[in-house]
């Protein structure tokens, strides 16, 4: 049988820092999905990378999405979970397309946004939602506690929808989200309220992680569905190798641009390679919170406080969970509040990774001209990590195989469209109903006793 994967915390190491004191124990996946964040307010990370043979991603070559991810699902979960069951998991997580529409040459936009709420976080949201009521403990309630700035929380509220003993709370910054998108997070119902925080997205997630090592609120049993939960890593891991695997020529490899915000997306890439998968770069172009390409260019890191509001809203991030992901996987550790304590290997990393800020005025002007050049339609983010891609090239030289992530669908952002090319986006069948919902969120102020008292009035324990 399997042995299997342990996860540790990113924050094991650290020795003497006040206010932290280091997880130094492994915990199975089960554990890991459920906490979300350790203990020490550290990332779990799985102990070793499953590796698989080449051979086994080019199989999939015409294969469905869902055979894409029970290989890399069981690749990690063999010995905790029922083949059986984890295959009945995934079919009845992913019943929508995945387009690879081709812009030119061999360059095409993956097109992420096919999903319940139109954005790529459908992907991670909804097999995690499963496997966290598979796994929960009978009898007790498990409190999903998400900080969001755009899309993660109305993929994760509409996964959790309904979903037995689970009930989710969702932060999200007032006035930083499109009105669709607030519309969606406001609207879903049922075991899932939404927030309403007067302050940033790095303030909604702030408190979010000082929520979870807050022992006045261990009873409810918090857990995490943003992506410092590893559960929401793993399958983000298998749109890279289904995308490679139905484009890749000869096992040849591939360029992806992944428009990176949190990091968690890109994540998902750079376990892909080290799981085996072909990939030459990956490059993460980020909005005007310019952050780690500056980090990359100088090796010194400085977060962006307060981050910078940008068109592309859910990368509206200053200093990225993830990072702390990156960094480890290379060597280093960040902790949460963006210190370094330990510099990754900057010659390795510059050497995967290539990162570029994009601004807004870059934004719109890419949307336009990829329209009026191709007829395919970006919103902000795939714009951004479309034009990150362009400079990826115009440094390096072409490469044959690129393939750039578009994780939101372009009616999500029918002003910007509207304004820059002069058309409204046709609303995909998941919205078709969006402008007619209705619904109000709760209201907090950016203080942390506010939320806590909130958690205590609102959450329960049992059911």
């Known amino acids: 049988m399997t042995e299997p994967l342990r996860y540790y915390s990113t924050n094991r190491h650290l020795d003497h820092i006040p206010g932290i004191t280091p997880f130094r124990e492994t915990v199975s996946f089960r554990e890991a999905l459920l906490m979300g964040q350790a203990p020490d307010e550290g990332l779990f990370m799985p102990e070793r990378i499953p590796v698989l043979p080449i051979e086994a991603f080019k199989s ?7 055979e894409a991810a029970l290989l890399v699902a069981e690749a990690f979960l063999a010995a905790e979970i029922d083949a059986a069951a984890l295959r009945q998991i995934i079919e009845d997580a992913y019943n929508f397309d995945v387009p690879l529409e081709n812009v030119f040459a061999r360059k095409y936009v993956m097109r992420l946004d096919q999903g319940p709420t139109a954005s790529f976080k459908d992907f991670a949201a909804r097999l995690m939602a499963r496997l966290m009521g598979a796994l929960r403990d009978p009898g007790k309630r498990l409190n999903v506690l998400v900080a969001t ?17 689970i009930d989710v709370t969702i932060l999200y910054p007032q006035g930083e989200v499109s009105g669709r998108q607030k519309r969606q997070l406001d609207t879903i119902g049922q075991n899932v309220r939404a927030v309403s925080v007067d302050g940033k997205f790095d303030d909604c997630q702030d408190l979010v992680k000082r929520a979870f090592s807050d022992s006045l609120l261990a009873e409810f049993k918090l857990t995490s569905a943003n992506s410092i939960n590893f559960g929401r890593i793993l399958p983000q891991i298998v749109y890279y190798v289904w995308a490679w695997a139905q484009l890749s020529r000869d096992g040849e490899p591939a360029v992806f ?3 990176s915000g949190n990091f968690g997306d890109a994540l998902g890439c750079e376990y892909a390679r080290r799981m085996g998968l072909p990939v030459e770069r990956l490059v993460m172009p980020t909005n005007e919170n310019d952050e780690f390409p500056r980090f990359l260019e100088t090796g010194i890191y400085e977060k962006v406080a307060p981050s910078r509001a940008c068109l592309s809203n859910a990368m509206n991030v200053g200093h990225p969970s993830n990072l702390a992901r990156f960094f480890d996987l290379y060597g280093g550790t960040v902790d949460r509040t963006g210190v370094v304590h330990r510099i990754p290997d900057l010659d390795e990393m510059r050497k995967r990774i290539y990162s570029v800020s994009i601004s807004d005025r870059e934004t719109k002007k890419t949307i336009k001209r990829v329209f009026d050049q191709y007829r395919v339609i970006l919103e902000p983010h795939g714009a951004v990590g479309w034009r990150g891609l362009e400079v990826y090239l115009e440094m390096f030289g072409d490469r044959p195989l690129c393939i750039a992530l578009e994780t939101a669908h372009p009616a999500k952002f029918p002003d910007e469209i509207r304004e820059l090319l002069g058309i409204n986006p046709d609303l995909p069948p ?10 109000e969120p709760a209201f907090l102020s950016a203080d942390y006793g506010e ?3 909130f958690l205590q009035k609102n959450l329960l324990t049992t059911g």
Not at 430 to 439: N, Q, T
């Open 451 to 453: 939320l806590r008292t």
């Open 257 to 259: 641009s992944v428009p």
């Open 430 to 439: 998941s919205m078709a109903d969006i402008d007619h919902r209705s619904g």
């Open 60 to 66: 999939l070559k015409g294969a469905p999405y869902t």
């Open 149 to 165: 700035s755009g899309d993660t929380g109305s993929a994760v509220g509409e996964a959790f929808k309904g979903v037995e003993g």
